[in-house]
């Protein structure tokens, strides 16, 4: 299965020609919801139209039990059932990757409120991997500050301990390691942003590092597996 999760379907292999992403920035839209395409000033290319290429299935989507919001606890392939999910790992206490990616998704869940044909049919996942500090009571917090109640469901998630998480992650081939100095400002742990598509039947369709994770392209891939 990790050597499924090294390729990226479809059309977004063919857009590595897309601008440079720009540095963290807290300003940005995801505190302006206004601003209904901002992605367009990280990413400088034009998405390609859904249904013009193929998104291969890539692997069969892993479940495995986690925490939602208020303790209570939820299997990711019931949260997946029947929806299009947008799956991410991230941890809250990280200074890197993580607080852009999570921005991105915030800026996919406010597109997807102006369709509400699409919207129904998405769901968002973001689920930490440091359950040590990520507790219910933490993701709701980062929940509150980032979700709205007019786009798709999305879903903050953790898990009881790293005994729970490490399988998932393996599963999904999600790298996690502990940085040798813990006190490192940008965060203890060191990893890759991989976002994962699943279609309804709990199927990867694509795989997004932070350099693919334009939410307009994340939309058009959605459309793309709903057109099947």
């Given at each position: 299965?990790?050597?499924?999760?090294?390729?990226?379907?479809?059309?977004?292999?063919?857009?590595?020609?897309?601008?440079?992403?720009?540095?963290?920035?807290?300003?940005h839209?995801?505190?302006?919801?206004?601003?209904?395409?901002?992605?367009?000033?990280?990413?400088?290319?034009?998405?390609?139209?859904?249904?013009?290429?193929?998104?291969?299935?890539?692997?069969?989507?892993?479940?495995?039990?986690?925490?939602?919001?208020?303790?209570?606890?939820?299997?990711?392939?019931?949260?997946m059932?029947?929806?299009?999910?947008?799956?991410?790992?991230?941890?809250?206490?990280?200074?890197?990757?993580?607080?852009?990616?999570t921005?991105?998704?915030?800026?996919?869940?406010?597109?997807?409120?102006?369709?509400?044909?699409?919207?129904?049919?998405?769901?968002?996942?973001?689920?930490?991997?440091?359950?040590?500090?990520?507790?219910?009571?933490?993701?709701?917090?980062?929940?509150?500050?980032?979700?709205?109640?007019?786009?798709?469901?999305?879903?903050?998630?953790?898990?009881?301990?790293?005994?729970?998480?490490?399988?998932?992650?393996?599963?999904?081939?999600?790298?996690v390691?502990?940085?040798?100095?813990?006190?490192?400002?940008?965060?203890?742990?060191?990893?890759?942003?991989?976002?994962?598509?699943?279609?309804?039947?709990?199927?990867?369709?694509?795989i997004?590092?932070?350099?693919?994770?334009?939410?307009?392209?994340?939309?058009?891939?959605?459309?793309?597996?709903?057109?099947?």
């Amino acid at each position: 299965m990790a050597s499924v999760y090294l390729a990226v379907a479809g059309l977004s292999a063919l857009l590595l020609t897309a601008g440079p992403v720009a540095a963290h920035d807290t300003d940005h839209a995801a505190h302006r919801p206004e601003l209904a395409l901002p992605a367009t000033e990280l990413f400088d290319y034009t998405p390609p139209e859904p249904g013009s290429y193929a998104l291969s299935v890539l692997a069969e989507a892993a479940d495995g039990v986690t925490l939602d919001e208020t303790g209570t606890e939820r299997r990711l392939h019931d949260l997946m059932a029947g929806k299009i999910t947008v799956l991410s790992f991230i941890y809250t206490r990280c200074g890197d990757v993580c607080p852009l990616g999570t921005m991105l998704l915030g800026d996919l869940q406010a597109i997807t409120a102006q369709d509400p044909a699409i919207r129904d049919r998405v769901r968002l996942i973001t689920l930490s991997f440091d359950p040590e500090y990520d507790t219910p009571a933490v993701m709701a917090e980062q929940a509150k500050s980032l979700r709205t109640d007019k786009g798709s469901d999305w879903q903050f998630l953790t898990t009881r301990n790293a005994d729970a998480i490490r399988p998932i992650l393996k599963a999904y081939d999600q790298q996690v390691m502990a940085k040798t100095d813990r006190n490192d400002p940008s965060g203890p742990l060191a990893h890759q942003l991989r976002v994962y598509l699943i279609d309804e039947d709990r199927h990867v369709r694509n795989i997004y590092s932070l350099e693919f994770l334009d939410p307009r392209l994340v939309m058009t891939d959605i459309r793309t597996v709903l057109m099947r």
